[in-house]
Nanobody
Framework: QVQLVESGGGLVQPGGSLRLSCAASGSILSINRMGWNRQAPGKERELVAAITSGGRTNYADSVKGRFTIPRDNAKNTVNLQMNSLKPGDTAVYYC???????????????WGQGTQVTVSS
């Protein structure tokens, strides 16, 4: 069974920084795309950033230049470094990954449980 476990959320003042971490565990053959999505109250879930196993990244326009998504393929981890945070970044952040389990021949999408990020003075 594959699990994604997130950590690192919390309360931060505008202009501050936070680093979210996500670790994939279980019987994993390979992981392709990993990413972070977020959902604010009353809004749909949206992509924040994603990275392929080859290191190709994709960012939402709203976070370009402020967020980065480093990944460690050997450890099956992906982080989200968030700088210059704004109140509009307040949301529940979810890690997701396209994982091929050892027992399968193709990948499935997995999601973490979510971690709250609140940007407020």
């Amino acid at each position: 069974q594959v699990q994604l476990v997130e950590s690192g959320g919390g309360l931060v003042q505008p202009g501050g920084s936070l680093r979210l971490s996500c670790a994939a565990s279980g019987s994993i053959l390979s992981i392709n795309r990993m990413g972070w999505n977020r959902q604010a109250p009353g809004k749909e879930r949206e992509l924040v950033a994603a990275i392929t196993s080859g290191g190709r990244t994709n960012y939402a326009d709203s976070v370009k230049g402020r967020f980065t998504i480093p990944r460690d393929n050997a450890k099956n981890t992906v982080n989200l470094q968030m700088n210059s945070l704004k109140p509009g970044d307040t949301a529940v952040y979810y890690c997701n990954a396209d994982v091929t389990p050892l027992s399968e021949t193709s990948g499935n999408g997995y999601w973490g449980q979510g971690t709250q990020v609140t940007v407020s003075s």
